[in-house]
């Protein structure tokens, strides 16, 4: 088919297609031009802080019951208005 020239060329393909990306990417200019700038991680001020104290956790509990039930009157209101359409 190809003969020897070709298992050679393919050979040093194989080898050296690998060794050049990791040299390219893995060389400090390419982190410092393209990885060195992203933000990875959110600010710590604007994550979700859970509650440590039990007051913590119980008003968390009651914001989170007031919210439900705020969502459940407004699709209530939306299928009612739904049904009245129709």
Known sequence: ???PRLEVVKF???V???VGVMLYF???DFYNNHVKSLKFWPDYETTYKPP???DEVK???ETMKAQREERW???R???QQQENKQ
Request: net charge neutral; glycine share 24%.
């Open 1 to 3: 088919m190809g003969g």
């Open 12 to 14: 040093g393909f194989y």
């Open 16 to 18: 050296f297609f690998p």
């Open 26 to 28: 893995g060389g400090p």
């Open 52 to 54: 440590t104290t039990s």
């Open 59 to 61: 008003g968390a509990l």
């Open 73 to 75: 009157k407004q699709y």
């Open 77 to 79: 209101e939306q299928q």
